[in-house]
């Protein structure tokens, strides 16, 4: 019942992702997580990538990525002819009128909402697989160039993005990242899944996303490798140390 969703904020680690693969524990990834591969024997059980104009750009990566499991919009394939081989395909919702009660989806055949960043794609993916402790891992929620909650542009060039030098070169110049908009989505998250009997712990070793309960990612992985039961998570202060519990790191059936 539990999994990890991987962000690709510059905490995430090739010794962490190891030790996820050590452990047989199945993991959600996104975007260019290729770029960490060679640095590690861990590969993802499912790949999601929502942002089409990426996808197009990294396509023969994608492609030829080892993942049996890739989860990509149905409008990248029919109205932007964005072809992944053997991809499972979402009805991706940009709409919120159309958003069913509680803001997002627990039927993933029917739709998955996007709320300003993949990782939430990827916590309904799971939500729907019946994955009920999800993991956070890489998920800094933090960047160089962001819009606040209160509209205001901060630019922090001292800021790193991402886990490696040049993940972005292609794109940096054109990105604003608006955590204004993505905080409060999280939070919405973080009620939605509650009410629905889910936890989401942000076991990320940094991290400034405080909408999720946090645990160190060494307690947890070892729980979870041991076939115990649940770990507890506390609100964790901005940028601490972090990671939590359970399962039994099975895969789950698409």
Known sequence: ESCFVIGNG?????????????NHIDTFAVNRIFKIFPDTPWRPTYYVSTDAVLVRGILDEVNAMPVPDKFIPLQNR????????????????DRRENDPPGGFSLDCTDQVNMR??????????????????????????SFDRVVTETGEVVVDPSVRNYFCAGYDD??????????????????????????????????????????????????IVAALSGGSGAVSGERGTPYGDTAAPSGDGRRREA
């Open 116 to 141: 300003g960043t993949v990782t939430i794609a990827c916590v309904q993916l799971a939500m729907h697989m019946g994955y009920r402790h999800i993991y956070l891992l890489g998920v800094d929620h």
């Open 10 to 22: 510059p905490s995430l680690t090739a010794a962490d992702l190891t030790a996820l693969h050590e």
């Open 170 to 219: 292609d794109v940096k110049d054109e990105v604003q990242h608006d955590l204004g908009t993505t905080t409060r989505a999280y939070r919405d998250l973080r009620r939605f899944c509650d009410a629905n009997g889910v936890r989401v712990i942000n076991v990320s070793r940094r991290t400034k996303l405080d909408a999720f309960e946090t645990a160190p990612f060494d307690e």
């Open 78 to 93: 029919y109205y932007l002819g964005v072809k992944v081989r053997g991809a499972h395909h979402f009805f991706r919702n």
